[in-house]
Every structure is written in structure tokens, then in C-alpha cells.
């Protein structure tokens, strides 16, 4: 494995990355906090198949509309306290009394459609594993081709790639089954943190990492 080469001027990192402590060059977006980073060097871009953590993804991309992901990031512990770790079965059976309790939780965002939408969500996951097996194995159906992929992951080329021909087609495929808070931006942040593409920008030192991670990934089938 090549060792990555550290800059010694963080002027010589190109658009959209940033030097860190440890001087690896990293996507910007990360700079604010020890915690962001560590999420972008160890979750962002790297694919992800287990169910749970695709449906709380998905989950919490909605809660985030309107909000930055770092606020959904510092919260996502009580998130998954108060959501039953996003077991889908359970929280397809939340009632009115869990509605009540969620919107009393302070250490969630309380927005009463957000969290009608989770519990929606929840039972439409059921719908899907009965129809393709698994949440995993829908998803990754919306996998890009790498020909729709940008030829170099630039920060200038991501500026055009807030949605794409994929999450707009998730997107309306999921509204179809009756799924809500999951525009085509929603669908595609959670493709980009799910892995199903790799948007860590070129020269970031964690992208090769998250590339080796898809080109050793099974994708399961229906």
C-alpha cells in the first residue's frame, strides 16, 4: 500500500481540501471539528450494506433538511436511543405515545413530520426487504454507472453533483412506494455517505482507502 504523500504547505493542496493535524489532506467540508473528521476518514464514501445503518442514514439525511450534518452528527447517539438503534421492525411500530415521547426528547430534532416520516419509512423498509430481500439490495440497484461519474472528483466538478440522474431516479422511485422526506439532494447525500459513489476529492488522503473498501464489496442481490 503507498503511503500518502503529506503536503508541506497547505498551499499546495489543491480546491476543497484542507491540511489536518496530522498534515493529511482531507475534504474540506471536515474542518470543523475532530468528530467531523473522523467521520469523513472513517464512515463518509466507504460502502455500506448492513441494513440498519442504511435505513438510519436515509433517516437522518431527512431530519438534517434545513440543517447542517454536523448537528445530526453531534446528536446521532440520542438519535438512536430514542429511534430503537433504527431497527426497522420496531419502529414501524411506533404509536402515538412514541410520537409524543419523541417530540418531548431534547436531544433530537423535534419536528413532528420528520419523525411521522421515520415511522412511515420504517414500514416501507419492511415492504422492500419482503421485495428485494434487503434494504441493501434495493439500494445498490442505484449504484452509478462510472460513466455518469465525473473523470476527476474535483471540488469544482462536485458543485455540479448536488443531485444526479441516480438520486433523482431513487428518489422518485421511493416516493412511488410511499416513502417521504427523500428528495433527489436527501437521496444523493445519502449515496455519497453510504458509498455508493466516492466524492472524497481527488488528493484527499481517504479516498484510495474508500475505493479499495467498494472494489472488495459483494454487492447483495435480490
Known amino acids: ?95 402515538d405515545a412514541d410520537v409524543a415521547r419523541l417530540l418531548a426528547d431534547a436531544g433530537i430534532v423535534r419536528h413532528r413530520g420528520k419523525i411521522a416520516s421515520t415511522i412511515n419509512n420504517a414500514a416501507r423498509v419492511l415492504e422492500l426487504r419482503a421485495e428485494f430481500g434487503s434494504l441493501a439490495a434495493y439500494a445498490w440497484r442505484f449504484e452509478p454507472a462510472a460513466s455518469d461519474r465525473p473523470a476527476q472528483v474535483t471540488s469544482a466538478a462536485l458543485r455540479a453533483f448536488t443531485t444526479t440522474t441516480g438520486s433523482i431516479a431513487m428518489s422518485k422511485d421511493l416516493k412511488k412506494r410511499g416513502w417521504t422526506f427523500v428528495g433527489p439532494t436527501t437521496c444523493y447525500a445519502f449515496m455519497q455517505a453510504m458509498g455508493l459513489v466516492n466524492d472524497h476529492v481527488e488528493g484527499c488522503h481517504v479516498r484510495e482507502s474508500a475505493l479499495r473498501a467498494r472494489a472488495a464489496l459483494v454487492v447483495p442481490t435480490a
Not at 431527512?62 to 438512536?80: C, M, P, V
Request: proline share 5%; aromatic share 14%.
Open 1 to 95: 500500500m503507498n503511503t500518502p504523500v503529506t503536503p508541506k504547505d497547505p498551499a499546495d493542496l489543491a480546491e476543497g481540501l484542507f491540511a489536518g493535524e496530522d498534515g493529511q489532506a482531507r475534504c474540506r467540508w471536515c474542518a470543523a471539528t475532530p468528530a467531523y473528521a473522523h467521520y469523513h476518514d472513517h464512515e463518509w464514501g466507504f460502502p455500506v450494506i448492513d441494513d440498519r445503518r442504511l435505513f438510519e442514514k436515509i433517516c437522518l439525511e431527512g431530519f438534517q433538511s434545513g440543517l447542517s450534518w454536523l448537528t445530526i452528527l453531534n446528536k446521532r447517539e440520542n438519535f438512536r436511543n430514542a429511534f430503537a438503534n433504527f431497527d426497522a421492525q420496531q419502529v414501524a411500530r411506533f404509536d
